[in-house]
């Protein structure tokens, strides 16, 4: 790796291009004692990392990660990102998720925090079949009403 490329951007670049053929790569990246958490998971270590995405190949058809910002600060960096997909088994729901991501670099060059930012309420639970009649006007409540002129 050419040392004018943050760590960062190759980390995207594993991420945009991330096929079950290839996840190693991603996997490459990350430090042993990596930490990452989602709405669903807190993980502290690599291996528990890689049932994440191992996990994912398994529940989603074609899971398909797009980035379209990345902003460096001093201690972190945050990418801004788009997941497409289909869920395998029942009720084979299309994905569409977007959300934030903050990343920390070791000082070996290797990601040490994964932390995704979405909204799992409003992006997939209202979309599912049974638990979607529940999380549906649980999220109305928080809507402004339309106002009246």
Known sequence: MAKNIHPVNTYVRAFTALTQDNVERLYDLVADDVFFTDPFNIIHD?????R????????????????SDVAHSDNA???????????KSWPHTNLLFEGMTEVHVNPQGLICQHIDHWDSASQLMRHLPIIGTIIRPILKLFQLKPVKK
Request: hydrophobic share 40%.
């Open 52 to 67: 994440i995405f191992d996990h994912m190949f398994e529940t989603c058809n074609n899971p398909v990660f797009t980035v």
């Open 77 to 87: 960096s945050y990418l801004r990102w788009k997941m497409t997909g289909k869920l």
């Open 46 to 50: 690599k291996d528990g990392f890689r």
